[in-house]
């Protein structure tokens, strides 16, 4: 999931969770603690707000802060550079992955915290900024 995260913000790709194999990465009940506290459940509820997450980190306020022309923001958007750390497990028996991003004057770092079941599928996950 991490490298198809990292695809998705370099083509600015809004629907990324939808494509691929993506959902197969998730149990059907997963839960999903975006960084504002607003809980999602369920994989097609998780998957929408992963999507427009991503999508809205393209056009909102970290973007704007850039430029206020929107062709200048794609650009140095996707010239931005990400850093993935992780998976690393936590004390708490969970697995941490960082993302670094930094784009030219603004500095992204977001937290996933993750539980996975005896299939490996992802059942919690809390996004933290």
Known sequence: ?????????????????????????????IMYQAPDGSVYHGRIEVTAKLNSALAAMM??????????????????????????????????????????LNMVMVKIKVTDEFSVDADGKIVKLIRTR
Do not use: C, R
Request: proline fraction near 4%.
């Open 1 to 29: 999931m991490a490298q198809a995260y990292i695809v998705a913000f370099e083509e600015q790709d809004g629907e990324w969770a939808s494509k691929g194999n993506i959902q197969s990465y998730m149990h059907d009940a």
């Open 59 to 100: 056009e909102g306020p970290q973007a704007s802060a850039l430029a206020s022309n929107s062709d200048m923001i794609k650009k140095l958007a996707g010239n931005a550079k990400m850093k993935i750390t992780g998976p690393t497990p936590s004390d708490s028996g969970t697995w941490l992955m960082v993302y670094s």
